[in-house]
């Protein structure tokens, strides 16, 4: 579903992201996609809207209801779009996809770096280093700790993925030996 949800949520992020940028609202659009996500995702409007006898447009009128004036007239398009096309789940990722956009715009790149043991300071300051000059942008590091890693680091920028642990090495040599 992953997969799936990235595609359906695709368009729509770049839609807003565009209008965004030509608008030089890159940071507003970001405040409301946050806002919008986190009232679909509260777990009284989950109820509400599970209930069987709500109607699209009762989860509409909801929607904007307790947004209100703190999005504008193209963020409550947004929403009346997504709901009618049976899209408003895909909300948070929209919001993920349309961060990464705006971050990728103003030349950060995000980089998820998972670790067997917590990286020192010198330790993550070189591996973004070596990414800052890998893709010629600056690196907003996320460090998680896996002890299932055994040792090593993997790094995910994007669809990109580095597997440098001992956990993917014994992978790599068990899938060499049953071949």
Known sequence: MAAELV??????????????????????WSDMLTLMATV????????????????????EKLMLAVCGDRIDGNARNLIQLLVRNGRLFALDEIR?????????????VEAQICSAFPLEGHELEQIVSLLSKRYEKNISPTVDVDSDLIGGITVQVGDKVWDASV?????????????
């Open 7 to 28: 595609t359906i949520a695709r368009p729509y992020a770049e839609a807003v992201f565009d209008l965004a940028k030509e608008r030089n609202e890159l940071s507003k």
């Open 40 to 59: 679909y995702d509260d777990p009284q409007l989950e109820a509400a809207i599970a209930s069987p006898t709500v109607t699209r447009a009762d989860i």
């Open 96 to 108: 993920r996809l349309f961060d990464r956009l705006k971050s990728e715009d103003e030349g950060v």
């Open 167 to 179: 956990r993917g090495r014994l992978q790599e040599m068990a899938t060499a030996l049953t071949k």
